[in-house]
């Protein structure tokens, strides 16, 4: 199986060694990872300016490029500008939860969103800032619950959160906004965006990502690509328009 790993951390942080060195049992693995941080990316791309590519020291066994670009564009080059295919994309661990309303900023969600356009099975994994470690110990049970319930057949894109000592798997929904949002004022005209965790409207349903992950559940959400709202298109498609 080939696999392609991708992150929004970046090259040089634990989460996406931990994810490799644990992909390395199943195929051969191509990492592609943004030089600096590029957390809150979504699926966005750079072509208007040239972006440095090169190939880079990892880990044995592992063919790595460092790219000076988002994680959608990582997930580009991986297949385009290596002319390759893969039977699996894996994106992660990112540092910290990607739950709720707000994965439609992240940039580990938005790569598996990129690989969507390639149709192939992919996976964001995420966990709490300080759970990496811990959550790398659940890759095997988080990967044969998907193959021993056949998700992939069903779906190709799966946004995982792993808590702190889960007790179980939930298959959840995407739940309400995750964090608030506040502008924080820096010195001169510069402000920082920042927030707190909120609490779920509904946060006694155990079928939300933002429920399940606080109540010791490992959280898998079948995500879908398309922006169109097909109850209203057929909706109006019933009246003739």
Not at 57 to 74: H, K, L, W
Not at 89 to 113: M, P, Q
Not at 168 to 186: E, P, V
Request: glycine letters at 8%.
């Amino acid at each position: 199986m080939r696999i392609l790993i991708v992150n929004d951390d970046g090259i040089d942080t634990l989460g996406i060694r931990l994810l490799a060195e644990w992909a390395k049992k199943y195929g051969e693995v191509t990492v592609v990872a943004p030089k600096v941080e590029q957390s809150g990316k979504s699926q966005a791309i750079e072509f208007v300016q040239p972006v440095e590519i090169k190939k880079v020291p990892f880990m044995d066994g592992v063919t790595v490029y460092s790219m000076a670009s988002t994680p959608a564009d990582c997930v580009r080059f991986g297949f385009v500008g290596l002319n390759q295919t893969y039977d699996l994309v894996l994106s992660g661990i990112n540092r910290g939860v990607n739950v709720g309303s707000d994965i439609v900023y992240s940039g580990t969600v938005g790569a598996i969103f990129e690989a969507g356009r390639f149709n192939v099975p992919s996976i964001a994994f995420s966990a709490f800032p300080d759970g990496q470690e811990e959550a790398a110990k659940h890759f095997d049970e988080v990967y044969q619950y998907i193959l021993a319930n056949n998700l992939f057949k069903e779906n190709l894109l799966y946004n995982v959160n792993i808590p702190h000592a889960p007790t179980g798997i939930k298959l959840t929904y995407q739940g309400s906004a995750y964090f608030s949002d506040i502008f924080m004022k820096q010195e001169g005209d510069y402000y920082l965006q920042d927030g707190e965790p909120l609490a779920d409207e509904f946060p006694d349903d155990l079928n939300r990502d933002t429920v399940a992950i606080h109540k010791g559940l490992i959280s898998i959400t079948p995500l879908m690509q398309t922006r169109t709202c097909m109850k209203v298109y057929e909706k109006l498609k019933a009246k003739g328009l």
